[in-house]
């Protein structure tokens, strides 16, 4: 295992050091959101007691303070996600709102009926209901990508399905429910091919490898904060600028004019046309710091550890009687979901959580990918760059008593 000096790690949240039911915490569901390092909640904390002031409105030096943090804050992330420019980076209260903005802005602009959207089966609902309200409401047929059994897209399907009537791709870079890492690079490409455009969400990949937009070269690319260690009520959509350009407001009110009369309005350029009312200025210098954190980990060695953790955690599993993975995919990050033979998921969870060890249990905002999958919910683990082997072996030890507690 690369070495890691999670130690160091840990000792910045302060989160952590709590008990749960008169046991250590033992946090395994990152993947809902994941707690806050000491940084984060300084710089929010700072910039209240200092520079707090509305941006981009007023002459007088707390809001020239206030607006050049919050602008320094989108340059952290256009350079986090290597966009060419802060242009194209847009503020939103998280990935689903810089989905729905795609929705309503380009989709709502340029399909019409006949026109097809193509998703995968592994969707979370954030993206699968908006787009099917947008073919609803335009006409527009939404198409399902499927899946293979070990829970990765069929691609030959894909590439069956790309056709002229394709305008555009949506899907997730990594499941929130199996840790599918799908090859978005591959699928971009194989769009652009036939001219569709293309979204990805990136809720649940940006916190566990490193996401190059212009490598991977799609049109639009969505991700929360509070899943990337900063604060939530917080996103961000990265667009391409000439796609930007040509898109109208979705919101209208302050900040994303440039002249208002009783008459007409004149917009503001990308990005500000899309940011109307005072944005969340704490929370974008809060999501600053957690890239610089985040960075910071990813360069001390972050992905290779929690790679060796996921793999503990899957090896750890599948000598457990009664318990069976969902999906074995080649790629995955980040998270395992299992079923089992003789107990009820929310049982399992609720037995674990009285030993302190948090872990979710649902449908995980994809049902219809558990109805494929033929399933009512899954046990989900999820872990964050804080996490250490012997939560890993805590957990197995609960889950093995918690079963034998159910079975008889």
Not at 43 to 72: K, P, W
Not at 306 to 313: D, E, S, V, W
């Amino acid at each position: 295992m690369t070495f890691f000096d999670i130690q160091q790690v840990r000792d910045q949240f302060p989160i952590l050091q709590q008990q749960i039911n008169g046991h250590p915490l033992v946090y395994l569901d990152s993947a809902a959101t994941a707690h806050k390092p000491e940084c984060v909640l300084q710089a929010m904390l700072d910039f209240y007691r200092t520079d707090n002031a509305n941006v981009h409105r007023s002459a007088h030096s707390l809001a020239g303070r206030a607006t050049q943090r919050f602008e320094q804050a989108r340059q952290r992330v256009a350079s986090f996600l290597n966009a060419r420019s802060s242009d194209e980076i847009i503020w939103t209260r998280g990935t689903t709102e810089a989905i729905n903005l795609v929705a309503n802005t380009w989709g709502k602009s340029h399909l019409q009926a006949g026109d097809e959207i193509l998703l995968s089966a592994m969707e979370h609902h954030a993206n699968l209901v908006t787009w099917q309200q947008i073919a609803q409401q335009t006409g527009a047929k939404l198409r399902i990508i499927p899946l293979l059994s070990s829970g990765e897209l069929d691609l030959l399907a894909f590439r069956a399905m790309l056709s002229t009537k394709t305008r555009i791709v949506a899907l997730v870079h990594v499941s929130n429910v199996l840790g599918t890492v799908n090859p978005v690079a591959e699928i971009v490409r194989l769009a652009k091919q036939v001219g569709a455009m293309t979204l990805i969400d990136g809720a649940q990949a940006v916190a566990h490898s490193p996401v190059d937009v212009q490598a991977l070269d799609c049109d639009f690319y969505a991700f929360s904060g509070h899943k990337a260690y900063g604060p939530t009520g917080i996103g961000v959509l990265y667009g391409r600028y000439e796609c930007l350009a040509q898109l109208a407001p979705w919101q209208f009110g302050g900040e994303m004019i440039r002249t208002v009369t009783f008459v007409e309005s004149e917009f503001n350029l990308p990005p500000l046309r899309f940011e109307a009312g005072t944005p969340a200025i704490a929370e974008a210098i809060g999501l600053s710091a957690a890239l610089d954190f985040l960075s910071e980990q990813q360069a001390a060695g972050a992905e290779a550890y929690q790679q060796a953790l996921l793999q503990r955690l899957i090896h750890g599993l599948q000598p457990i009687e009664g318990v069976e993975l969902v999906g074995q995919p080649t790629e995955r990050q980040g998270l395992v979901s299992i079923v089992f033979t003789h107990a009820h998921h929310h049982d399992v969870c609720q037995l674990l959580d009285a030993q302190g060890i948090a872990v979710r249990s649902g449908h995980h905002c994809a049902m219809p990918l558990l109805n494929t999958l033929g399933l009512a919910g899954t046990l989900r683990i999820s872990l964050g760059v804080y996490n250490k082997e012997m939560e890993i072996d805590i957990f197995l030890q609960a889950l093995r008593q918690a079963l034998e507690l159910l079975h008889d």
